[in-house]
């Protein structure tokens, strides 16, 4: 479902302003699952309420560029929450979370399509709490993901661009850091 929704969701916020909707406290933080995570929204950025989805105990949120001008990446940030629990994860650390992701299992979780084949992991690193992968999905291109628990929840972000305005990755992780930054902020 949420495969859908990327291309019409990239084409709006690219060629006009998204807009925060109402039932956000505020423009830098949107409350999801009933408040039990705050989703920070990087400066520049603003919530499409009309792409993504709230599961009983998971949610997909996706930002992009609120204007069409110079001084913000042109980017598609995707935010998914895992469910309460989720995080635990997390706990393996570093050397065996590179592990998986670079295992068949792996690239296909970090796929669009769910192929393992389609997903070719450059990098894998740390910084402050989250683990960060830096690939190349043959559906969306070369970026970066970002993988870390709030509040007892798995927490995926992903920095991309689209078909027609590709991110450079330097901008992707630039992107990435920005996202990190407005979680740790909307989640003290």
């Known amino acids: ?47 499409d309420n009309s792409a993504g989805r709230v599961g009983p105990d998971n949610a997909v949120v996706l930002m992009g560029r609120c204007q069409n001008t110079g001084q913000t990446a042109p980017a598609l940030i995707s935010v998914s ?29 970090l796929s669009r399509e769910g192929r393992a084949s389609d997903v070719q992991v450059i990098e894998v690193s740390s910084a402050d709490n989250a683990f960060l992968i830096h690939l190349i999905d043959r559906s969306v291109g070369e970026h970066w993901r970002a993988v870390i628990g709030v509040a007892g929840r798995l927490v995926t972000i992903s920095a991309t661009g ?27």
């Open 1 to 47: 479902m949420i495969r859908a929704l990327l291309p019409p969701f990239a084409a709006l916020c690219l060629l006009s302003a998204c807009e925060t909707g109402s039932g956000f406290a505020t423009s830098r933080s949107a409350p999801v699952l009933n408040g039990a995570l705050n989703v920070g929204v990087p400066p520049g950025y603003c919530v």
């Open 81 to 109: 929450v895992g469910q309460g629990g989720s995080a635990g994860v997390m706990i393996a650390g570093g050397a065996a979370l590179a592990a998986f992701f670079t295992s068949d299992q792996g690239r296909a979780t």
């Open 162 to 188: 689209t078909e027609t305005v590709p991110l450079p990755p330097a901008e992707s992780r630039k992107v990435l850091d920005l996202a990190l930054t407005a979680l740790a902020r909307a989640n003290p």
